[in-house]
């Protein structure tokens, strides 16, 4: 966190620096990411994302949708534009946001991006992924989680209908927001990400969307039960 000098934001340790939460999902033949944040640019550069997709957004909040500018090289070296997928409320939000991008006279070398709207509960196709949208709630705002195959991803979330838990029940590996041990009025805790993975029987759950007031990775790590992680940056995971 920015000017924050707690042990987490000043530990050398590189599981403890955490940027923005995204994650990259590959195939054999597709590429996709969901969210891009403001450090979408790095998070491409670091991992070398030679080629992009599609990106899938859960919702617009800033975090999650800032770095959609930096499509533009993919655009340059791909020839085409980038494939955005999100629900119409999301993608209201991008074209405010990027309004340049969709001008009616576009200043040379801005982003080109094909919005494509979603339906929450309708599942679609990128590439060789079938991908189910899943309905979560962060306080009072729609938020999409995404299925494919065997892993759930769910971001940003407090509150999953029993409907939705149906959609996420059978996945053998699921990512799930816990932002800190204590209570917080958007995000599940801690405790509540536990409480959850057990009621949904998923045998593999990664924590993500972490603050520095969840505390050291090393430390926490060892407090978790069998099965449960703190997910870091650059982790990598075999989807079954």
């Known amino acids: 966190m920015v000017a924050c000098g707690c042990e987490v934001c000043s530990s050398s340790n590189t599981k403890d620096k955490r940027l923005r939460s995204s994650i990259l999902v590959q195939s054999p033949t597709t590429t996709l990411v969901v969210d891009s944040g403001p450090d979408f640019r790095q998070q491409m ?6 080629k992009l997709d599609a990106i899938l957004l859960t919702h617009s909040h800033k975090d ?4 959609l500018d930096d499509v533009r090289a993919y655009n340059y070296f791909q020839q085409k534009p980038m494939d955005v997928y999100a629900t119409d409320a999301t993608l209201k939000r991008v074209k405010v946001e990027f309004d340049y991008a969709f ?3 576009k200043y040379a070398g801005v982003p080109s991006i094909q919005l494509h709207s979603l339906n929450d509960t309708s599942s679609f196709r990128v590439g060789d992924m079938d991908i189910q949208p899943i309905p979560v709630w962060h306080m009072y705002m729609p938020v999409i989680g995404f299925r494919i195959g065997d892993f759930t991803y769910i971001t940003d979330a407090n509150r999953i209908e029993e409907s939705a838990k149906e959609m ?5 590996i699921l990512v799930l927001n816990a932002l800190r041990k204590e209570k917080h009025i958007s995000h599940f805790s801690l ?3 536990l409480d959850l993975a057990d009621e949904l029987g998923i045998p593999e759950v990664y924590f993500v969307h972490l603050s520095h007031q969840m505390g050291l990775h090393d430390v926490v790590s060892q407090e978790l039960p069998s099965g449960r992680f703190l997910a870091y940056d650059g982790l990598k995971i075999q989807i079954p």
């Open 103 to 105: 001008a009616e006279i």
């Open 45 to 50: 550069l670091t991992n070398q994302v030679n």
């Open 191 to 193: 405790q509540e990400a």
């Open 64 to 67: 999650h949708i800032a770095g």
């Open 168 to 172: 996420i029940k059978g996945s053998k």
